[in-house]
């Protein structure tokens, strides 16, 4: 679909900026997860899926319907010296073509690393890209948690974090690397496509360590314009210098939960953002 102009978004409220759906690594669908914060008495979320926007409609429909702001978005996989990182990028026209074929050549990517880390795990268990498959709503997106839910189905593991910590972290041996730009570039792309680009997460607890200050002054000046210092997997040590550069560098703070449904213990709604910082961020949208 094409961009989606900012919606009038309410006076007041709290909004929850990070969520992802079945089209990609999430376990319930845009709606349900509109009709889950509209109980909750959230203002209003935004739908982040990674590298795809294929539940904004459904998000944004079923959000008119229940009387909540959508502010549609999407989680770009990115690196930056060899670091994951990911940003968040709200209010892009998903049909520009830079960005398009960065999306695609990363879903593409995906496939074929999930499938190469299906295969070393067939080496040593009897499990199948079937198995990957039967658990994957049509036209997901595929990532590791696909695989985790797998592996749980098969009776392998309890949960997500079992598998992910037996045998999906990065230095397991059936872990593979995946394509991801370069972080700056994606700060660029996402502005180019006329969206607003926050980075996701700086300090979370899977990473080795946090985003170096270097990295974020970098991105600043490349066009950055806010970070998610709010989230449940920050850690709390690793936060005082991002926040002290951040208000040097004048980024948003932004607030969100993360949430995958019943794919991590992330909560809707566990951390929020202010419905004055998102009229903010969306003025700075340029659709």
Known sequence: MGSMAPQTLLDDGRYDLHTHSVVSDGTLTP?????????????????????????????????????????????????TNGLAVHLLGYYIDPTYPPLREVTDRIRGDRDRRARAMVQLLSDDIAFTWDDVLNVMADGATVGRPHIADALVSRGFYADRGAAFADVLHPGSKYYVPNYAVETVDGVRLIREAGGVPILAHPA?????????????????????????????????????????????????VTGASDYHGAGKANRLGQCTTDAEVVRALAAEAHL
């Open 31 to 79: 709606a349900e997860i509109v009709d889950e914060a509209a109980d909750l008495g959230l203002a209003g979320i935004a739908l982040t899926d990674h590298d795809t926007t294929g539940g904004w409609l459904q998000a944004a429909q079923r959000a008119a319907d229940r009387g909540l702001s959508f502010v549609p978005g999407m989680e770009l996989t990115t690196k």
């Open 204 to 252: 979370a607890q899977r990473q080795r360590r946090a985003i170096p200050v270097s990295a974020l002054v970098s991105l600043a000046e490349a066009g950055l314009y806010g970070i998610e210092l709010d989230h449940p997997e920050n850690r709390a040590e690793w936060l005082p210098p991002l926040r002290v550069a951040a208000t040097e560098l004048r980024l948003a």
